[in-house]
């Protein structure tokens, strides 16, 4: 091969280089506009923090989801109404799920969630595992209707308050199931009552809750 048949299959081959490089950059950028036009961020990015607030309500409801559950896995082991037993079963299906959706944004979102419940609520779920039978249906169900009602109050100002859209939706969906939840342990608390004896007073843990 001459001199000029040998330069031109190195131009050649260097042209055929530089066309792969540019096609790589064009289809990352095409990429990355795409992801920008729809909103999403790029594989391997994350979208920014909540505000400081939101990130504590999202801590919060998450230790509140972990004692419900705990607290329902109680209920299945020593409670004595089927009602209540059910119910339990109810709060760690629910809560599990909620709790679920509170990862999944907080780890798109940069926020680093507890694991356990505060040492104020392991209190509380050593007091009601030394309960069996009626004693543990009363306290737990009382524990239920405040905590769902301090709950509530929560996710509802949480709901009107966040500057967060993520963090907003999320309060407001939640905030549906909680409604619920308050609604059928305001149910079973009179059933309770019912089954000690129509002419007995509401036991002194219920009657506060209220």
């Keep these: 091969m001459d001199t000029i048949d040998k330069i031109i299959c190195r131009v050649a081959a260097a042209l055929v280089v530089s066309g792969l490089f540019l096609s790589v950059a064009v289809t990352q950028e095409g990429r990355a506009f795409s992801a920008r036009a729809s909103g999403s961020a790029p594989s391997g990015t994350t979208t ?5 607030r939101d990130q504590e309500f999202l801590k919060r409801a998450t230790v509140s989801n972990l004692a419900e559950i705990q607290l329902g896995k109680l209920a299945l082991q020593n409670a004595s109404s089927a009602e209540v037993k059910a119910f339990g079963n109810r709060m760690i299906q629910d809560h599990t799920a909620a709790n679920d959706e509170l990862k ?107």
């Design 48 to 52: 920014p923090p909540p505000p400081a």
């Design 104 to 210: 999944k944004l907080a780890s798109g979102r940069g926020v680093e969630l507890p694991n356990d419940v505060s040492p104020e609520e392991g209190a509380a779920r050593d007091r009601l595992a030394s309960l069996r039978g009626a004693q543990f249906d009363s306290a737990y169900m009382a524990t239920m209707l405040k905590d769902h009602k301090k709950d509530l109050a929560e996710f509802q100002r949480e709901g009107k308050t966040s500057k967060d859209p993520e963090v907003k939706e999320l309060a407001v969906k939640q905030l549906l199931t909680l409604q619920k939840h308050l609604k059928q342990a305001e149910s079973i608390a009179p059933d309770l009552r019912a089954q000690s004896g129509a002419s007995q007073k509401p036991s002194a843990a219920i009657a506060k809750a209220r």
